[in-house]
């Protein structure tokens, strides 16, 4: 059983931190914040789904304000790395503050650490990919979990790989806030990014030698992002190899366009599943999107920004801590205890 705690219980810190509940081989021994706020009472109170959980505080001025607010709260983070009652914390802090906390603290009193993709990658000494890495996390002290747009594109990128991909051009059409935002989010206009994005950046940080170019946008939705994916393939290839290798990758699903004509229908079939949080764990490719013209091949494919690193951070726990080595049973134990499709 391997002990963890989860700094930073915002979008996807919470999740994350529900998700290691839910792992017979996890136990989420802390969860730590930096204010009293709405999100962090909810999930601490007896129907919430991290009742019972310790609470620690990110430093003396954030403790004063949970005692300030009548919480109960067991110390500051600094307290619970010290006691050493965890083996591994996952950083889910907001963008920026990762490499702060791993010099001040992670690093000081030797604990492993996973960071997620707000962060650059020089926050760690690798960044993971359950299917491209896995093994390679055996060793670390200090793993990176990328984006969930870079998340999707090494998945689908990865089911590719074995036709040989020669190089990618990807447009992200980026949701413009999460659904719980109200300072920021959609308006009346679209948002141009620099050129090239980050994306195709952070894609090499893991498929080392990939060739890809990324460019993005932000549009008023807060549901999911989109990609607009070309690949050049090494070889001409049918239809039937691509939508085949797409549909037996983990994490992968094939819907129709036309019984899922926008993002809205998509994330509303997660609904009906009555997921936690309507999460989709899994990066949708519209089928029927898929062009195949000799060895180029396009397609369109939906992420949802809020869920699809959480089980990535799951199998980014066992890898860092060694207590599964095989992949293929920890990607299994993750997909059963998430419910994901395959």
Same mark, same amino acid.
């Given at each position: 059983?391997? *002990? ?19 792992? /017979? ?14 999100? +962090? ?9 991290? @009742? ?11 403790? /004063?304000?949970?005692?300030? %607010?009548?919480?109960? !709260? *067991? ?29 001040? @603290? ?14 650059? %990658?020089? !926050? ?7 299917? !491209? *890495? @896995? ?5 670390? /002290? ?18 590719? &790989? /074995?036709?040989? +991909?020669? @190089? ?22 679209? &948002?141009?990014? #620099? !050129? ?19 460019? #993005? ?16 393939? %090494? ?12 549909? &037996? ?41 898929? *062009? ?51």
């Amino acid at each position: 059983m391997v *002990n963890v705690a989860v700094h930073g219980i915002g979008t996807i810190g919470k999740r994350i931190a529900h998700a290691v509940r839910l792992q /017979k081989d996890m136990k989420l021994r802390a969860i730590v914040g930096y204010s009293p706020d709405a999100t +962090i009472r909810t999930l601490l109170e007896p129907r919430g789904p991290l @009742y019972g959980v310790d609470l620690y505080a990110t430093n003396e001025e954030s403790l /004063k304000k949970f005692s300030g %607010a009548g919480m109960i !709260v *067991n110390g500051t983070l600094e307290d619970l790395l010290r006691s050493g009652k965890i083996d591994v914390i996952v950083d889910a802090t907001p963008e920026g503050f990762g490499k702060e906390y791993r010099d001040k @603290y992670y690093s000081r009193y030797n604990v492993k650490t996973i960071f997620q993709g707000g962060e650059k %990658a020089d !926050v760690a000494e690798m960044t993971f990919n359950a299917l !491209v *890495n @896995y093994e390679k996390a055996f060793d670390k /002290k200090f793993v990176r979990v990328p984006s969930c747009n870079t998340t999707g594109l090494i998945r689908t990128l990865n089911a590719l &790989e /074995k036709f040989g +991909i020669d @190089y990618v051009f990807v447009t992200v059409v980026r949701r413009a806030a999460d659904p719980h935002e109200y300072k920021k989010g959609p308006i009346n206009a679209i &948002e141009f990014e #620099a !050129v090239p994005s980050h994306h195709a950046e952070d894609v090499r940080t893991v498929l080392k030698n990939l060739n890809i170019f990324s460019m #993005a946008v932000k549009v008023p939705t807060t549901l999911a992002h989109v990609h607009v994916v070309e690949a050049n393939l %090494a070889r001409e290839v049918r239809e039937e190899e691509i939508v085949k290798a797409f549909d &037996e990758q983990t994490r992968v699903v094939l819907l129709d366009m036309k019984d899922y004509p926008a993002t809205s229908k998509i994330i509303e079939k997660f609904r009906d599943y009555c997921r936690p949080r309507n999460d989709m764990y899994e990066i949708v490719v519209l089928k029927d999107s898929i *062009n195949v013209d000799g060895s180029k091949v396009r397609w369109i494919q939906v992420t949802h920004q809020e869920a699809d690193v959480i089980p990535e951070n799951i199998d980014a726990i066992r890898a860092i801590t060694g207590i599964e080595r095989d992949k293929w049973k920890s990607i299994k134990m993750t997909n059963e205890s998430l419910g994901i499709l395959k």
